[in-house]
Structures are given as C-alpha cells and as structure tokens.
C-alpha cells in the first residue's frame, strides 16, 4: 500500500501563493494517477487537481488558472502551485493516489485508495 505525507501548507494572506508537496513511498508512481482534494469545516471533502499517468491535468472550476498540479516521476513527488489565494480556499488539503492509469483523473473520493494525513491551508483576508 502506497504511503502519502503532505507538506507545505501554513497561514497566508489573500493574493500570497503555497505550495503543497506530496511524497510517496511507491515503487510504480508512473502508473498513478495523483490528485488533491480540500475540506473545510462543515462541508464535504471537494476535488480540487489531479494528474493523470500521461501528465493529463484536470482542475476544479474553482481553482483553474490559479493552481497548478505537476509531478516528479524521479522523485515520486506530486505539487500543487497555489497562486492569488483566496479566504475560499482556506481548507485541509490532501494528497490522493491511484493505482491507474486513468485517461483522466477521478474527481470523486472514491477512486482513490490512498490519501495522506493531509495539511492545513488558512488565508486570512
């Protein structure tokens, strides 16, 4: 079973930017898909990125042209670049993988088996 850890989460301001790392301990990481999901308080866990096997992204309306998900098939990392934060994205986020090799990434909690303890993002406005 693969392991998730986050890193990189913290308190911001409005307009700041993050980035979020995910590491993983599985030996085949070019076969996973990869995605971030959020959760703030009262409400349901919401996708947010995901990365295919083939570098394929896919972003929630919410953060598209403000995030970016990438991954390092060397290091066995994935990221998520957070630009022009907003209070609306304060949230524990997570890291989710796969063992896919999806044509795009799932957008449902459900198609991940992994995920990792996840890690706090807060902006204050």
């Known amino acids: 079973q693969v392991q998730l850890v986050e890193s990189g989460g913290g308190l911001v301001q409005a307009g700041d930017s993050l980035r979020l790392s995910c590491t993983t301990s599985?030996?085949?990481?070019?076969?996973?898909?990869m995605a971030w999901f959020r959760q703030a308080p009262g409400k349901e866990r919401e996708f947010v990125a995901g990365?295919?096997?083939?570098?394929?992204?896919d972003y929630a309306d919410s953060v598209k042209g403000r995030f970016t998900i990438n991954r390092d098939n060397a290091q066995n990392m994935a990221h998520l670049a957070m630009n022009s934060l907003k209070s609306e994205d304060t949230a524990v986020y997570y890291c989710a993988a796969a063992s896919a090799r999806w044509a795009t990434a799932g957008r449902t909690p459900d198609d991940y088996g992994a995920w990792g303890q996840g890690t706090q993002v807060t902006v204050s406005s």
């Open positions: 599985g030996r085949t990481f070019t076969n996973y898909t």
């Open positions: 990365i295919n096997w083939d570098f394929f992204t």
